[in-house]
């Protein structure tokens, strides 16, 4: 297996006791990565079986690979999380024991210097997690207008020189097309005043804004928290670990909602509307890495683990 695929993975045990896991259950794993928490799960089972669901060829190569072992236990899917309904289907699965989801981007998709993830390795500005998609970063970089970039730069990177950066990488593609990693963090770094510099690096949160665009990363979320839900047996479970304020909050507030049942405003003295609850919230707050972990995993140091239960 690809040593960078031996990242150890967040959260584990607290993901694995969440899921209650049953040993004859039906589980999904959304986010199949290097096959760590699919192996956990699927080790639990006797009878039953989970699909490894992953959208990145090299993250479907090595959970196959890690999963090999365990047999008819583990099926490993290449697909979007989001379409999981059609993946059941196909499977003539009707109805799951748990999900999970172990969102963002792998570790090995960050090292890998060609994926252009990182502002670390010079690449071409690429950032798909799935390279048949067409649209890429070089795209969103060069053919986003001035206001959409400072748009994604400040919603999806809560970054406050938004404008600023944006209007410099406009300024800059009007030369010639802007082609790597390098490029982009230079100019990022240049449209930063100095004395705003916090420490960490200065294009940080411009790379994590472009790389959630180009991967659509945040409106999948909750129609697929929504679509899980629809197919778990009662008592299932829902465990979702996300590593960024935006990614848990989406997280928090479909739990809210699907736990909240009734949608009539507030001024109704009665509810009409006649929705139940379709979950219970078993995280008031999240799950967070234990300070071995922390030690251990720099990785861990923003994960945050949410859980519901179908009702
Ligand atoms: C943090 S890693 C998962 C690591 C994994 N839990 C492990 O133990 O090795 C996230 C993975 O989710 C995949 N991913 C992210 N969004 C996805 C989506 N919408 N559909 C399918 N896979 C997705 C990425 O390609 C990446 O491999």
Redesign the pocket.
């Known amino acids: 297996m690809s040593q960078n695929f031996s990242h150890r ?1 967040v959260l584990l045990e607290e993901c694995i006791q969440s899921l209650a896991i049953r040993p004859d259950g039906i589980y999904v794993d ?8 699919s192996f956990a799960i699927a080790s639990a089972l006797t009878t039953g079986s989970l699909i490894a ?4 060829e090299a ?1 479907i190569l090595a959970a196959s690979e890690r999963l090999a072992p365990l047999g008819e236990r583990a099926r490993v899917v290449r ?4 379409d999981v309904t059609s993946v059941l289907d196909t499977l003539h699965i009707d109805q799951i024991d748990g999900l999970l989801l ?5 570790s090995h ?1 960050f090292d890998e210097a060609d994926r252009g993830f990182s502002y670390r390795n010079d690449a071409p500005l690429d950032m798909r ?1 799935d390279r048949r998609q067409a649209k890429s970063a070089y795209d969103v970089i060069n053919t986003y207008s001035e206001e959409e970039l400072r748009r994604i730069l400040y919603e999806y990177g809560e970054e406050k020189f938004a404008p600023r950066i944006a209007a410099r990488i406009v300024k800059e593609r009007e030369l010639a097309p802007i082609q790597t990693t390098n490029q982009l963090s230079e100019l990022i770094k240049s449209a930063i005043p100095v004395a705003a510099r916090d420490g960490g690096h200065p294009a940080k949160r411009s790379f994590q804004a472009i790389r959630i665009e180009v ?1 659509g ?1 945040l409106d ?1 979320i909750e129609p697929t928290i929504e679509q899980a839900i629809a197919r778990m047996k009662k008592g299932g479970r829902l465990a979702i670990i996300t590593f960024h304020s935006l990614e848990d909050r989406i997280v928090k507030q479909a739990y809210q909602k699907l736990a909240l049942g009734c949608t009539c405003p507030k001024s109704f003295p009665v509810c009409v509307c006649g929705n139940k609850p379709k979950i219970r919230i078993l995280t008031k707050k999240p799950i967070l890495p234990s300070e071995n972990e922390l030690a251990e995993n720099p990785r861990s140091h923003s994960a945050k683990l949410r859980v519901a239960e179908k009702l």
């Open positions: 993975s959304g986010t199949a990565g290097g096959g760590g928490h669901i992953d959208r990145d993250a697909s979007n999380f989001s172990d969102l963002g981007v792998s998709q997690m991967n990363e999948v």
